[in-house]
């Protein structure tokens, strides 16, 4: 299958998506002709998957991935086609991380299996936060992301729900984690990118947003007491809450019908 023009290697399923599969199940060709000794296919991902752990995605190339596992970068197109393919097969590894083994450790009360899925995908997100800058809306579906979902579909069962609904709630659940991670990453990024911590960015402000509360413009915000943005609420378990909640009244209108 051709390499599309535009895989840049942020982009999910943008590369050679039959070698990504072939390299995800192990169905592909080993190389045979002059590998460097000691270097794997697995261990190609891992080091590349710490590359941008530590430095960031547009760090990660061909070329810095061959400098660090201390070979040419021709080497390495013998076990991967390239940046696009690379980042299919570090998608899977990182969604596998967190997996259970098997299906007897899923929980068996669906509320606890969807508070779960969302603190584990968050602790996933925080121990990656390269994964937020990928378009996934294609992935290619490794051993990983099919283990994923059939063990979320395994806590969720005992929903009720429809197959379409129960998708649904891991698309709900998930965007949700993403989207709080992402603002949890943002603020990192500002205050590295600028060098003024949260504390010292909104103490600039005051003076403006003093006056302004206090000009009769913006009762409502005027009126929010001083803890109203505190750094220590925690909106990720408020949410995840006021989602379960949600689903709860959605799983006993079923159970009533």
Known sequence: MAKSARADGTTTGSG??????????GTGERPSRGPKPGLTLDRIVTTAIGIADAEG???????????ELGTGTMTLYRYVPGKAELLDLM??????????VD????????????????????????AHPWLLKINQARTVLGPSALRGLELALTGLRGMGLTDPE???V???VNSFVEGLSRTENHAVEAARETGLDDAAFWEGQRP???RAMLSGDYPHMAALSEDAF???????????????????TLVRQREEQ
């Open 16 to 25: 050679d998506i039959g070698r990504s599969l072939e390299l995800l199940w």
């Open 57 to 67: 995605l547009d760090v990660l190339s061909m070329r810095s991935l061959a400098t």
């Open 91 to 100: 998608l899977d590894r990182v969604q596998g991380e967190p997996l259970a």
């Open 103 to 126: 299906a007897s450790e899923v929980p068996g009360d669906w509320r606890v299996a969807v508070d779960v899925m969302a603190r584990t995908y968050l602790a996933t997100l925080r």
């Open 166 to 168: 129960l998708i649904g």
């Open 170 to 172: 891991i698309i709900t």
């Open 208 to 210: 403006y947003l003093e």
């Open 230 to 248: 505190a750094s220590d609420f925690d909106h990720f378990t408020f949410g995840l809450g006021r989602i379960i909640d949600g689903l709860e």
